[in-house]
Protein backbone atom coordinates (compact mmCIF):
# COMPACT_ATOMS: atom_id res chain seq x y z
CA UNK A 1 0.00 0.00 0.00
CA UNK A 2 3.01 2.07 1.14
CA UNK A 3 4.85 1.44 -2.25
CA UNK A 4 1.32 2.24 -4.64
CA UNK A 5 1.22 5.79 -2.16
CA UNK A 6 5.06 6.34 -3.08
CA UNK A 7 4.13 5.93 -6.85
CA UNK A 8 0.97 7.45 -7.32
CA UNK A 9 3.07 10.88 -5.53
CA UNK A 10 5.68 10.35 -8.06
CA UNK A 11 3.82 9.85 -11.33
CA UNK A 12 1.94 12.63 -9.99
CA UNK A 13 4.97 14.95 -9.60
CA UNK A 14 5.65 13.63 -13.44
CA UNK A 15 2.98 14.92 -14.42
CA UNK A 16 2.93 18.42 -13.04
CA UNK A 17 6.62 19.07 -14.39
CA UNK A 18 5.46 17.22 -18.13
CA UNK A 19 2.52 20.35 -18.20
CA UNK A 20 4.96 23.65 -17.14
CA UNK A 21 6.11 24.52 -20.14
CA UNK A 22 10.24 24.76 -20.40
CA UNK A 23 12.08 27.74 -21.17
CA UNK A 24 14.00 28.06 -24.12
CA UNK A 25 15.09 31.84 -24.02
CA UNK A 26 14.03 34.59 -21.46
CA UNK A 27 14.96 38.06 -21.96
CA UNK A 28 14.46 41.57 -20.19
CA UNK A 29 15.84 44.62 -21.07
CA UNK A 30 14.93 48.34 -20.17
CA UNK A 31 16.87 51.85 -20.14
CA UNK A 32 19.17 52.65 -17.74
CA UNK A 33 16.97 55.57 -16.23
CA UNK A 34 13.83 53.52 -16.18
CA UNK A 35 12.63 55.17 -12.84
CA UNK A 36 13.13 58.52 -14.03
CA UNK A 37 11.08 57.37 -17.15
CA UNK A 38 8.34 55.35 -15.04
CA UNK A 39 7.86 58.24 -12.89
CA UNK A 40 6.28 60.01 -16.22
CA UNK A 41 3.75 57.32 -16.78
CA UNK A 42 0.31 56.84 -15.34
CA UNK A 43 -1.81 55.63 -18.41
CA UNK A 44 -0.49 52.92 -20.56
CA UNK A 45 -2.20 52.90 -24.43
CA UNK A 46 -2.66 49.35 -24.96
CA UNK A 47 -1.97 48.48 -29.35
CA UNK A 48 -3.98 45.86 -30.74
CA UNK A 49 -2.44 42.42 -30.00
CA UNK A 50 -0.76 41.10 -32.54
CA UNK A 51 -0.90 37.46 -31.70
CA UNK A 52 -0.33 34.41 -34.40
CA UNK A 53 -1.66 30.59 -34.39
CA UNK A 54 -0.32 28.31 -36.82
CA UNK A 55 -0.74 24.59 -37.51
CA UNK A 56 1.78 22.73 -39.27
CA UNK A 57 0.59 19.84 -41.36
CA UNK A 58 3.24 17.08 -43.28
CA UNK A 59 4.76 17.95 -46.11
CA UNK A 60 5.48 21.10 -44.05
CA UNK A 61 2.04 22.90 -44.62
CA UNK A 62 1.69 25.97 -42.47
CA UNK A 63 -1.79 26.92 -41.78
CA UNK A 64 -2.88 30.28 -39.92
CA UNK A 65 -5.49 29.39 -37.41
CA UNK A 66 -7.53 32.62 -36.41
CA UNK A 67 -9.83 30.82 -34.52
CA UNK A 68 -7.16 30.11 -32.10
CA UNK A 69 -5.65 33.64 -32.72
CA UNK A 70 -8.85 34.86 -31.48
CA UNK A 71 -9.03 32.89 -28.29
CA UNK A 72 -5.78 33.76 -27.74
CA UNK A 73 -5.96 37.29 -27.95
CA UNK A 74 -9.09 37.44 -25.37
CA UNK A 75 -6.95 35.22 -23.23
CA UNK A 76 -3.97 37.53 -23.45
CA UNK A 77 -6.18 41.14 -23.02
CA UNK A 78 -8.28 39.01 -19.97
CA UNK A 79 -4.66 38.92 -18.36
CA UNK A 80 -3.03 41.80 -19.01
CA UNK A 81 -6.31 43.78 -17.26
CA UNK A 82 -5.88 41.46 -14.51
CA UNK A 83 -1.79 42.40 -14.29
CA UNK A 84 -2.61 46.20 -14.53
CA UNK A 85 -6.22 46.36 -12.44
CA UNK A 86 -3.40 45.56 -9.56
CA UNK A 87 -0.48 47.60 -10.44
CA UNK A 88 -0.27 51.92 -10.21
CA UNK A 89 -0.87 52.10 -13.98
CA UNK A 90 -4.14 52.47 -15.83
CA UNK A 91 -4.24 50.42 -19.19
CA UNK A 92 -6.34 51.33 -21.87
CA UNK A 93 -7.28 49.96 -25.44
CA UNK A 94 -6.95 52.80 -27.45
CA UNK A 95 -9.54 53.54 -30.84
CA UNK A 96 -7.07 53.60 -33.87
CA UNK A 97 -9.25 53.51 -36.49
CA UNK A 98 -7.64 55.78 -39.70
CA UNK A 99 -4.08 55.16 -38.50
CA UNK A 100 -4.00 51.07 -38.74
CA UNK A 101 -1.54 51.07 -41.71
CA UNK A 102 0.78 53.73 -39.56
CA UNK A 103 0.36 51.13 -36.60
CA UNK A 104 1.20 48.52 -39.02
CA UNK A 105 4.25 49.89 -39.92
CA UNK A 106 5.50 50.55 -35.98
CA UNK A 107 4.43 46.63 -35.09
CA UNK A 108 6.47 45.39 -38.33
CA UNK A 109 9.50 47.68 -37.05
CA UNK A 110 9.22 46.48 -33.42
CA UNK A 111 9.33 42.95 -34.72
CA UNK A 112 12.91 43.48 -36.77
CA UNK A 113 13.70 45.48 -33.58
CA UNK A 114 12.63 42.38 -31.20
CA UNK A 115 14.26 39.66 -33.71
CA UNK A 116 17.87 41.53 -32.94
CA UNK A 117 16.83 42.17 -29.29
CA UNK A 118 16.55 38.59 -28.76
CA UNK A 119 19.17 37.64 -31.27
CA UNK A 120 20.01 35.02 -28.76
CA UNK A 121 17.47 32.85 -29.87
CA UNK A 122 19.02 33.03 -33.80
CA UNK A 123 21.95 31.85 -32.82
CA UNK A 124 20.89 28.14 -30.50
CA UNK A 125 19.60 30.52 -27.76
CA UNK A 126 23.14 31.71 -26.90
CA UNK A 127 24.11 35.32 -25.97
CA UNK A 128 25.50 37.36 -28.60
CA UNK A 129 27.61 40.86 -28.06
CA UNK A 130 24.89 43.39 -29.06
CA UNK A 131 25.76 47.60 -28.98
CA UNK A 132 23.39 48.86 -26.43
CA UNK A 133 22.09 45.88 -25.37
CA UNK A 134 22.72 46.19 -21.38
CA UNK A 135 24.09 48.24 -20.12
CA UNK A 136 23.11 51.08 -22.25
CA UNK A 137 20.11 49.59 -23.73
CA UNK A 138 19.02 52.59 -26.33
CA UNK A 139 16.47 51.81 -29.19
CA UNK A 140 13.89 53.28 -30.82
CA UNK A 141 11.06 52.90 -32.86
CA UNK A 142 11.07 56.52 -34.22
CA UNK A 143 8.19 58.88 -33.78
CA UNK A 144 4.84 57.86 -32.42
CA UNK A 145 3.67 61.40 -31.27
CA UNK A 146 0.35 60.24 -33.67
CA UNK A 147 -0.28 57.92 -31.09
CA UNK A 148 -0.24 60.08 -28.33
CA UNK A 149 -2.17 63.16 -29.95
CA UNK A 150 -5.66 63.64 -28.55
CA UNK A 151 -5.37 60.38 -26.45
CA UNK A 152 -5.09 60.31 -22.77
CA UNK A 153 -1.66 57.81 -22.80
CA UNK A 154 1.83 58.29 -21.60
CA UNK A 155 3.60 55.30 -22.79
CA UNK A 156 2.03 52.51 -24.86
CA UNK A 157 2.57 48.65 -24.80
CA UNK A 158 3.12 46.58 -27.67
CA UNK A 159 2.25 42.91 -27.68
CA UNK A 160 3.06 40.16 -29.48
CA UNK A 161 3.30 36.38 -29.52
CA UNK A 162 3.57 32.94 -31.37
CA UNK A 163 2.88 29.60 -31.32
CA UNK A 164 2.34 26.81 -33.65
CA UNK A 165 1.58 23.14 -33.36
CA UNK A 166 1.96 20.36 -35.35
CA UNK A 167 -0.98 18.03 -36.73
CA UNK A 168 0.87 15.06 -35.89
CA UNK A 169 3.50 13.69 -33.51
CA UNK A 170 6.36 14.40 -35.79
CA UNK A 171 9.49 17.13 -35.41
CA UNK A 172 9.08 19.83 -37.73
CA UNK A 173 11.47 19.96 -40.36
CA UNK A 174 13.83 22.58 -41.49
CA UNK A 175 11.72 24.15 -43.60
CA UNK A 176 8.61 24.18 -42.11
CA UNK A 177 10.87 25.64 -39.19
CA UNK A 178 11.58 28.33 -42.28
CA UNK A 179 8.34 28.90 -42.86
CA UNK A 180 7.18 29.41 -39.17
CA UNK A 181 10.48 32.08 -38.54
CA UNK A 182 9.63 34.24 -41.71
CA UNK A 183 5.49 34.14 -40.71
CA UNK A 184 6.53 35.43 -37.17
CA UNK A 185 9.81 37.06 -37.92
CA UNK A 186 10.70 36.92 -34.16
CA UNK A 187 12.15 33.50 -33.25
CA UNK A 188 13.68 30.72 -35.09
CA UNK A 189 11.45 27.36 -34.25
CA UNK A 190 13.64 24.25 -34.12
CA UNK A 191 10.09 22.49 -33.04
CA UNK A 192 7.34 24.56 -32.20
CA UNK A 193 7.34 26.86 -29.41
CA UNK A 194 5.27 29.83 -27.53
CA UNK A 195 7.46 33.31 -27.40
CA UNK A 196 5.42 36.48 -25.99
CA UNK A 197 7.29 39.58 -26.32
CA UNK A 198 6.01 42.95 -24.89
CA UNK A 199 7.38 46.39 -25.01
CA UNK A 200 6.60 50.39 -23.09
CA UNK A 201 7.54 52.63 -25.68
CA UNK A 202 7.35 56.45 -24.82
CA UNK A 203 6.17 59.28 -27.12
CA UNK A 204 9.65 59.39 -29.10
CA UNK A 205 9.42 55.92 -30.12
CA UNK A 206 12.36 55.14 -27.24
CA UNK A 207 11.97 51.47 -26.00
CA UNK A 208 11.81 51.72 -22.21
CA UNK A 209 11.54 48.04 -21.17
CA UNK A 210 11.31 45.01 -23.80
CA UNK A 211 10.51 41.68 -22.47
CA UNK A 212 10.76 37.75 -23.88
CA UNK A 213 9.70 34.51 -23.36
CA UNK A 214 10.02 31.71 -24.99
CA UNK A 215 9.30 28.13 -23.94
CA UNK A 216 8.66 24.21 -25.49
CA UNK A 217 6.13 22.51 -24.38
CA UNK A 218 3.29 25.50 -24.60
CA UNK A 219 -0.03 25.45 -25.10
CA UNK A 220 -1.59 29.01 -25.79
CA UNK A 221 -5.25 27.26 -25.65
CA UNK A 222 -4.86 26.33 -22.27
CA UNK A 223 -5.57 29.38 -20.30
CA UNK A 224 -3.10 27.97 -17.42
CA UNK A 225 -0.15 27.36 -19.86
CA UNK A 226 -0.71 31.24 -21.47
CA UNK A 227 -1.02 32.71 -17.79
CA UNK A 228 2.34 31.13 -16.90
CA UNK A 229 4.08 32.20 -20.00
CA UNK A 230 2.13 35.96 -19.90
CA UNK A 231 3.38 35.70 -16.04
CA UNK A 232 7.34 35.09 -16.93
CA UNK A 233 7.11 38.05 -19.00
CA UNK A 234 5.40 40.71 -17.00
CA UNK A 235 7.46 40.12 -13.99
CA UNK A 236 9.61 42.61 -15.26
CA UNK A 237 7.67 45.26 -15.75
CA UNK A 238 9.07 48.37 -14.12
CA UNK A 239 7.05 48.89 -11.09
CA UNK A 240 6.22 52.88 -10.09
CA UNK A 241 8.60 54.76 -8.26
CA UNK A 242 7.91 54.99 -4.68
Not at 31 to 50: A, T, Y
Not at 197 to 223: E, P, Y
Amino acid sequence: MRLRGILNARLFILFIVSVIPTTAFSEFLKVPNIQEEMSKIHNIGLLPLDIQMMEIFPGDLVEPREDWAIQAKETTQALLSDYFSQSSYQLKSIDLSGQESQVDEIMYLYKRVAATLNAGVMDQFSAISLPGRKDNFDYSLGDLSFLFDHRDVDAVLIVIGADAYLSTSRKVSESASAVVKLVFGVVDFANPQGTITMALVNKNGAILWHSSQTMGGTDFRDNNVHQYIMTNVLNSFPKAPQ
